[in-house]
């Protein structure tokens, strides 16, 4: 081959070998160790370890306890896939700790909203407890900004609406988070 021809080649390939290196980068950024190197979780299981020890004694070892969705603090009958995710992660923290965790959406007759999940408003709380034998039920909401997602939990006494525990967290509202905040 004439040294035209390999440079006129070379050209026409760069643009393929860069594309290659750009997909290589995508396949870098979304592996394993990219994710689960990922703080969500991490900073939903510090959250319930701090309520974890604010309980240490306030609570009967026999009782369970309620976990309800955390909703979005400017529409309290609405949440997303992250205020469910949340509750979820906080729940299984819990129970890793100790506490019984009663698992709602096994129950047929709590009241789910369709995409929601087990919304829990004030009225509620009382009944809720009650009928499952409750000593507690968490609750939480999250609000956005530009660029954070600020989250509460919170550990109420359903008969008194005392507080018994509560936390408080800041998420970086990073393109995971971002995704999981989109409306379904």
Do not use: W
Request: aromatic content about 4%; proline content about 2%.
């Amino acid at each position: 081959m004439n040294m035209k021809r390999i440079a006129s080649l070379s050209l026409l390939a760069l643009p393929l070998l860069l594309a290659g290196c750009a997909l290589d980068q995508k396949a870098a950024e979304t592996n394993y160790s990219s994710v689960s190197s990922n703080a969500f979780v991490a900073s939903n299981y510090k959250a319930a370890d701090a309520i974890l020890l604010q309980l240490n004694g306030k609570l009967a070892a026999d009782k369970p306890l309620i976990m309800a969705t955390i909703v979005n603090i400017d529409a309290l009958e609405q949440t997303s896939t992250l205020g469910r995710l949340v509750s979820e992660q906080i729940s299984t923290r819990l129970a890793q700790g100790g506490l019984k965790m009663l698992e709602m959406k096994l129950r047929n007759n709590v009241y789910l909203k369709r995409n929601q999940g087990e919304l829990m408003l004030t009225r509620e709380i009382s009944e809720v407890a009650h009928t499952h034998n409750a000593q507690a039920i968490v609750v939480g909401s999250y609000a956005e900004s530009s660029d954070t997602v600020f989250v509460n939990i919170k550990v109420i006494q359903p008969n008194t609406n005392f507080v018994l525990a509560g936390q408080d967290f800041v998420l970086a509202k990073e393109a995971i988070v971002r995704s999981m905040l989109q409306r379904n």
